[in-house]
């Protein structure tokens, strides 16, 4: 009986595909044809459409396995009879494009994101965007019943759609500056780019050099499946200190940093401060609220609360903070425009930023231009970018534990800490916030905690942050002898912290 269930990560498909770093294969050539097969049935139904009817747009960004999972998805496709485009090398975000600008009724994008160079994986999108978890879920059963039957030799056309979706950012910042290309409108500016060998490397020769800008300084624009410079991920410190200094070594007026397969970034600024995190959203939403004043911002549930002031106070919007998960809180945003209420931005601080001028498509690259359009902008007035979240609270202190569950039922048991944790922390002293929708979360004394499940894995990961000198490690103090009664919780993160 074939059972691919373990290989579901939220709304993808991920899993060991190759044994370079010495595990085991999860994500095997038979589990890759038969996901392919599945998401052809599944495509059958949602379109009405038969196989032989059906466009799929395939691309992968740089891993190491990307050709022999590309190869084998295609082979499956055409043998259903699907006509495919083979893009080769592309980002998540173009792959959703294709469905939107040719006539492709799906998508596939062969990625792992940031995982390491061993892992690979399938995102699936059709016109209507991502595919969600039941989505998912459905292919795969569908994928553990699934035999190929028949060859209907499809066609295979390869499209260099990279270059089409390389010109529409191009276009955008075009139009925004009131330019043409051929008057180099980012002349004046020099930005770098580190795409961390994933499939970044266009957004400095297909985007920025062909609109003017000097690129020079820019780091590991190369695909390179193996990563052997740092994780290509703008969350991990190494990569924003690569970054920090291609942008101080160069004199650059802004860095940009891409993870492997473009769907989140980050920047930052001349000074080498990161524009990360809070202060990227901050920022986000400072730009997009130019055109949607008393708009209501999107976040996942670990924003600091001098955010929220910022948005509140300073922006004069509204913060709503929801789940963690870049899926979770672009269907919140989406769910909230439907109900009438103006949500132009759903945005994690992992860098997951989706806007709905942009079909609320997660997309580093989108990101990136409309922070470099607003750079130009500002320039004219004087002014950077750094001036738009001068106003941003940020914590004197913050840390992160991630608590690993050590027992099969681990949501159950999960859950069972979280229902307790609450009654603690109003025992002691802390408020419960009101716009409490994952976890617990909850402040005392200018510092707040938040304890909640991990959107997978069987851990839970708690975040903290304090106005105070000390703040943190005080609230930890009062937390760990509760966390101690749960003999199932590894509370080894702990260690050296109080």
């Known amino acids: 009986m074939k059972d691919y269930k373990n290989l579901k990560s939220g709304t993808d498909v991920r899993g060991v595909a190759s044994d370079v770093l010495g595990k085991s294969v999860t994500l095997t050539t038979d589990a890759v044809r038969d996901i392919t097969g599945g998401f052809v049935t599944w495509l059958e139904k ?15 960004d740089s891993r190491i396995t990307a050709d022999l999972i590309s190869t084998n998805v295609i082979d499956v496709l ?32 062969i990625t792992a994101s940031h995982h390491p160079a061993d892992r690979n994986g399938l995102k699936f999108f059709t016109r209507d965007g991502g595919l969600d978890s039941p989505d ?14 028949g060859d209907k030799n499809g066609s295979v056309k390869k499209l260099d759609f990279m270059s089409d979706y390389a010109k529409i950012l191009r276009e955008i910042i075009c139009s925004a500056l009131g330019k043409t290309e051929a008057d180099k409108p980012l002349s004046q500016f020099h930005i770098v780019v580190d795409a961390g060998n994933g499939a970044g490397g266009f957004y400095a020769s297909d985007v920025l050099q062909k609109l003017g800008a000097n690129t020079d300084g820019s780091v590991y624009l190369e695909p390179d499946g193996m990563f052997p410079n740092h994780i290509p991920n703008p969350e991990d410190k190494d990569a924003m200190a690569s970054i920090q200094k291609a942008v101080l070594s160069s004199g650059a007026d802004l860095g940009v940093i891409f993870d492997t397969d473009v769907d989140r970034a980050g920047c930052v600024a001349a000074d080498g401060n990161e524009i990360n995190r809070n202060r990227l959203i901050a920022l986000s939403a400072a730009i997009v609220m130019d055109d949607n004043p008393n708009a209501t911002i999107v976040t996942d549930s670990v924003t600091s609360s001098g955010l929220k002031e910022f948005i509140e106070g300073n922006l004069g919007g509204k913060h709503h903070r929801f789940k963690r998960g870049y899926k979770n809180v672009i269907n919140e945003a989406v769910r909230l425009c439907n109900e009438g209420i103006n949500s132009p931005l759903a945005i994690e601080t992992s860098g997951h930023a989706a806007l709905k001028e942009n079909y609320f498509l997660d997309d580093g690259a989108y990101l990136m231009t409309k922070i470099i359009i607003k750079m130009a902008k500002l320039a004219d007035e004087g002014k950077t970018i750094d001036d738009l979240i001068a106003d941003l609270k940020m914590p004197v202190e913050a840390d992160e534990l991630r608590l690993a569950i050590n027992t099969d039922d681990f949501k159950t048991y999960g859950n069972e800490v979280i229902v ?14 009101d716009d409490n929708r994952e976890g617990i979360r909850a402040s005392k ?3 707040w905690v938040l304890l909640r499940l991990s959107v997978h894995d069987p851990i839970m990961p708690m975040n903290l942050e304090s106005d105070n000198v000390g703040g943190v490690t005080e609230m930890l103090k009062t937390i760990k002898p509760f966390l101690e009664q749960f003999d199932k919780l590894d509370l080894t993160p702990f260690e050296g912290r109080v």
């Open 445 to 447: 004394n200018d510092g």
């Open 46 to 60: 949602k379109t009405g459409k038969t196989a032989d009817e059906l466009t799929v747009a395939v691309g992968h």
């Open 420 to 433: 307790k944790f609450e009654k603690f922390l109003m025992e002691n002293g802390f408020a419960i916030a």
């Open 78 to 109: 055409s043998k259903m009879g699907v006509k495919v485009y083979d893009c080769g090398l592309s980002s998540t975000p173009a792959m959703f494009m294709t469905t939107v600008k040719t006539d492709a009724d799906g998508s596939v994008q």
């Open 136 to 149: 998912i879920s459905n292919i795969i059963e569908i994928a553990n019943q699934f035999t190929l039957d």
